[in-house]
């Protein structure tokens, strides 16, 4: 039974892309939601884990296993850890029902067939789980170490190195474990450098950026070099580096060093001329991308304007810049897009425009039938969120991104500061065990929006109304798989979508959850109605869908699902997140 159940792990389940960002919504206003407690529940049976950490031969002693929680609410945050013995076993005992994921923290080793993010094994523990055979794997990391010297040969202290695999140099940093220091990956006071815990590998070392690149110094700035002193990627050595090696003496000599620039001008209104003072501002770096610029990297340091207006900022190398103003609620004007460019001398005159701002405002409201005692504990619990496609032609992810507004006590809210463009309103609230909301459809005017809601420069919208079910119900599924094993650092989601009447997925209305390694999922949270229930798996290039399973959800009730899937299948139909 033990081999059987260790062979399911190995395949590590993983997050379909689109439930990752609900669910990382989830994360980021947890601290909110968590503020207002309800009455304690009786204790429940705990529950145990238990497995070993192995080099594939022989056990690891004294590796820190750590089981973190895994819900919207308490993410990331550990529950228990202990050390492996020396055999390499671990036992974690006295943990409370609930969604966890289990992982050891050994920096110099690389966790074998684990996804980047969120790295570990995902658990959904019941009262009284004696769990057994969560195993781990760990092969010894690669080290490439050397030392950074500038046009002189004096040491380059503090500097970046960046170490990206050969054959995919496009991607960021291959730092493969998780999680990491930055300052692991900077020179020393000698400019010696040491990257520990790399996957076995090809690949190339640089350091400093790519000329015309853009990007915001505090220190100076260096053209990118790649070792030994490339200039081009094409003439860049390869590193080799092999489990548990070390490639010594990948040096690299930069080259001349980029002179910086800084950028000043004024915030004025659009509408009068006059300066404005005290506007929170930051500078984005331009990138084109197909037909539309983005903003590629935003640097803010808290900057504002003074009374006159007028804003600096400094450190600042050759590239295409955006002032940007934040969705923050804080203020009723949005900036114009105004960007400027560096070149070889500073920037003066820059002048950013700012018109009033949209805004919206309404009620969240349920369907169906609540009382007012729990309406009014969701209304404190609850915030209303978005997110904003300008109609400025450079897209920014700062721009785009509204910050969470509270909702009243009557379930009253307003969203200020908003450039024009399409609005998509979403709403976060409740608490895992006590019910969960979601969002069924958004009227303005009494006419439902399907997907966004447009807005007008300086029209305030008001009249939205974010109607909401609300319910307890949960689903307990098994995912029983046949046709082979799961492809190593798989992720695998369950998904409940609610049905309209006619029959269709009601996009907004769906609530998600992590299946573990023995194939066990939990949703909770379910409002009443009629539901589609799926697996949805991906890993190496190809998904795995499960047919959907219908069933009718009544509130307050327990469900329990069992969904096949045969990997041997047809591909199905991509399945829209």
Do not use: C
Not at 121 to 150: E, W
Not at 270 to 275: F, H, L, Q, V
Not at 501 to 510: C, I, N
Not at 551 to 568: H, K
């Amino acid at each position: 039974m033990r081999k059987a159940y260790t062979r399911a792990l190995s395949a590590a389940p993983a997050v379909l892309a689109a439930v990752l960002a609900a669910l990382s919504a989830a994360a980021f206003f947890g601290a909110g939601a968590a503020a207002a407690q309800g009455p304690a529940k009786p204790a429940e049976a705990p529950a145990s884990v238990s497995g070993r950490v192995t080099d594939g031969e022989k056990g690891l002693g004294g590796v820190i296993v750590v089981v973190f929680a895994n819900d919207p609410q308490r993410r990331n945050l550990p529950a228990a850890r202990t050390r492996t013995d020396s055999e390499g076993a671990y036992h974690l005992t006295g943990l409370q029902p609930g969604r966890y994921y289990v992982a050891p923290s050994a920096p110099t080793y690389v966790l074998r067939d684990m996804p980047d993010f969120q790295p570990g094994r995902p658990l959904n523990l019941s009262a009284g789980d004696a769990v057994d055979g969560v195993d781990f794997r760990l092969d010894p990391g690669g080290v490439i170490t050397g030392k950074v010297t500038d046009a002189d040969g004096n040491p380059v202290v503090g500097e970046t190195v960046n170490v990206v695999s050969a054959e995919q140099s496009q991607q960021p940093r291959a730092v493969l474990r998780m999680p990491f220091d930055p300052r692991e990956l900077q020179t020393d006071d000698r400019g010696v450098y040491r990257v520990y815990g790399l996957r076995p590998g090809r690949y190339h070392v640089s350091v400093g950026q790519a000329e015309g690149g853009g990007g915001v110094r505090t220190r100076r700035a260096f053209s990118r070099t790649f070792h030994p002193d490339a200039t081009e990627q094409a003439q860049a050595r390869v590193v080799e580096v092999r489990g548990g090696g070390e490639a010594e003496d990948v040096d690299i000599k930069l080259g001349k060093r980029l002179q910086t620039y800084k950028v000043s001008g004024r915030f004025v209104s659009a509408e009068t001329g006059r300066p404005v003072g005290g506007v929170t501002f930051s500078v984005g770096l331009v990138i084109n991308q197909r037909d539309r610029p983005r903003v590629g990297g935003t640097y803010m340091d808290g900057s504002q304007s003074d009374a006159r207006g007028e804003f600096q900022t400094i450190g600042l190398t050759p590239g295409t810049y955006t002032v940007l103003t934040a969705n923050d609620g804080s203020t009723d004007l949005y900036a114009e897009p105004t960007q400027f460019e560096v070149t070889d001398a500073d920037v003066s005159g820059v002048v950013v425009r700012l018109r009033q701002a949209a805004s919206v405002s309404g009620v969240v409201q349920f369907e169906g039938a609540v009382d007012r005692q729990t309406a009014a504990r969701l209304y404190r619990e609850m915030m209303v969120y978005g997110n904003l496609e300008p109609s400025a032609r450079v897209w920014s992810p700062m721009a785009s991104f509204v910050r969470p507004q509270p909702v009243g006590q009557d379930g009253t809210f307003t969203v200020r500061g908003l450039a024009p463009g399409r609005l998509r309103l979403s709403v976060m609230g409740g608490q895992p065990g006590r019910g969960g909301i979601t969002v069924t459809r958004i009227e303005v005017g009494g006419v439902p929006v399907r997907e966004s809601i447009e807005l007008r420069e300086g029209t305030p919208l008001a009249g939205v109304r974010v109607l909401l079910a609300y319910g307890s119900a949960v689903v307990r599924g098994q995912l029983n798989v046949t046709g082979g094993v799961l492809p190593p650092g798989a992720r695998v989601m369950a998904v409940a979508r609610r049905l309209s009447p006619a029959g269709e997925t009601l996009e907004r209305s769906q609530r998600a959850a992590e299946v573990d390694a023995r194939g066990r999922f939990v949703i909770e949270g379910l409002a009443p109605g009629e539901y589609e229930v799926r697996v949805n798996i991906f890993g190496q290039g190809r998904s795995h869908n499960s047919e959907p399973q219908r069933i009718s959800v009544a509130d307050g009730a327990d469900y329990q699902v069992t969904i096949p899937l045969d990997l041997n299948a047809p591909p199905p139909q991509r399945v829209r997140p």
